[in-house]
């Protein structure tokens, strides 16, 4: 039996450069995670996404699959909002969204994920200015998800992508300063490798902050087919005492399928592993 529960990324579209597994509808998705051998499903989609949900718990339910959490990225991508615009309107539709987000994550029973929704502090401005505004909509959003029962996980990414929130210190202290509850830590192997000295460092100083964590190769493709030691990972997540799903996102190459076999395999084999970091 896995000690972890593993999920796989899912969008009813994406292009081939997005690091998505699953396209195609949230149904026959999560049909085909639980074909794979997967636990959970991990959605990309808008905020305005017209949902059946009582059909999608059903299928869920009798695939014995979870939705793992919701991603809120192409409201930033897509619906270019953001929060923590100089624009009030801006960060105004970009709450507004997060609130849909929320609802259908309450009706899904699942989580939330927010990366690129923070934005980006402009070149050159003062960034306290820029984190005083995201800690007080952050603050909200993470309040009014506890509400409904719906957690807030905030993606560390690499430096290439974003401004805010690029190491697991900056986030973890960021937390930490504003007193952000009901806010957790999402860890990424491949940006951690990119932007952490010692990514087994950044997982035990999240600790029990760590709320999700997703796995894909240095090289975005699915886990076992480059560099990185996800035996030495796993042994570390096990160390802190890590409960939350293992989501693969990586890009779908040579396809969906085949990258969700061979991480899944993969993975299974490292969590055999667990104490051989060797």
């Known amino acids: 039996m896995d000690k972890w529960m593993y999920a796989l990324s899912s969008a009813e579209t994406a292009p081939v450069t997005a690091p998505i597994l699953l396209r195609g509808d949230i149904c026959g998705n999560i049909r085909a995670a639980a074909e794979l051998g997967y636990q959970g499903l991990e959605v990309h989609m808008r905020e305005d996404t017209p949902l059946d949900y009582e059909k999608i718990n059903q299928t869920a339910a009798e695939c014995g699959i979870k939705i793992a959490a919701i991603v809120t990225g192409r409201l930033n991508t897509q619906g270019m909002v953001n929060l923590v ?3 009030p309107y801006i ?4 709450m507004k969204g997060l609130r849909e987000y929320i609802r259908m994550a309450a009706a899904l029973n699942t989580d939330l994920i927010i990366g690129w929704i923070r934005g980006r502090i402009p070149d050159g401005a003062d960034p306290g200015v820029y984190h005083a505004r995201l800690a007080r909509n952050l603050s909200a959003i993470c309040r009014e998800a ?3 029962g719906v957690r807030i996980f905030t993606e560390v990414i690499n430096r290439y992508e974003v401004n805010i929130f690029t190491t697991a210190k900056e986030t973890v202290n960021f937390l930490d300063q504003w ?5 957790f830590v999402h860890l990424d192997t491949f940006h951690m490798n990119i932007d952490e000295t010692s ?7 999240c600790g029990k902050r760590l709320g999700y964590f997703h796995a894909a190769d240095n090289t975005r493709l699915y ?5 990185l030691n ?3 990972y796993f042994s570390v997540l096990d160390e802190i005492g890590y409960e939350g799903f293992i989501s693969v996102e990586c890009l779908p190459l040579p396809d969906g399928m085949t990258a969700a076999r061979k991480a899944l395999d993969h993975l299974r084999q490292c969590e055999k592993g667990i104490g051989n970091n060797n």
């Not at 007193?179 to 806010?183: P, Q, T």
């Not at 990514?199 to 100083?205: N, Q, V, Y």
């Not at 886990?223 to 560099?227: A, E, I, M």
């Open 223 to 227: 886990p076992g087919s480059g560099t």
């Open 146 to 148: 506890a509400e409904q």
């Open 230 to 232: 996800f035996n030495s």
């Open 91 to 94: 960060t105004e539709a970009a």
């Open 199 to 205: 990514p087994l460092e950044a997982i035990r100083l």
């Open 179 to 183: 007193a952000l509850s009901n806010c």
């Open 85 to 87: 615009d100089d624009r």
